[in-house]
Nanobody
Framework: VQLQASGGGLVQAGGSLRLSCAAS????????MGWFRQAPGKEREFVAA????????RYADDVKGRFTISKDNAKNTVYLQMISLKPEDTAVYLC???????????????????WGQGTQVTVSS
């Protein structure tokens, strides 16, 4: 499985970015796809996830209403649209693939077996 994240960059507070995660190597119909982030000196934290089969989504509380996760079946790509960005959103964003799980489990690290290399998002104040 290969996961290629892209779309990060430097943006001012209040701005927007769209991250992409292109996936290859297996069928994703029975997978969950997640976005996590890790800021310097902090633990990796869950951001958003989508269950590939039926499109069920879950978000971390601090990104609800600002971030939207979506997928393109034809392109095997997952997106994270981020608006109203804040300096505290600054981190390396990683995409991950795991097994299909119940909604409440989508945020769990141990669901995900395959991880991409990450893309840096920097939000200036």
């Amino acid at each position: 499985v290969q996961l290629q994240a892209s779309g990060g960059g430097l943006v001012q507070a209040g701005g927007s970015l769209r991250l992409s995660c292109a996936a290859s190597g297996l069928s994703f119909s029975s997978s969950s796809m997640g976005w996590f982030r890790q800021a310097p000196g902090k633990e990796r934290e869950f951001v958003a996830a989508i269950r590939w089969g039926d499109g069920t989504t879950r978000y971390a509380d601090d990104v609800k209403g600002r971030f939207t996760i979506s997928k393109d079946n034809a392109k095997n790509t997952v997106y994270l649209q981020m608006i109203s960005l804040k300096p505290e959103d600054t981190a390396v964003y990683l995409c991950a693939r795991g097994r299909s799980v119940a909604w409440y489990a989508l945020s769990r690290n141990n669901v995900y077996d395959d991880w991409g290399q990450g893309t840096q998002v920097t939000v200036s104040s």
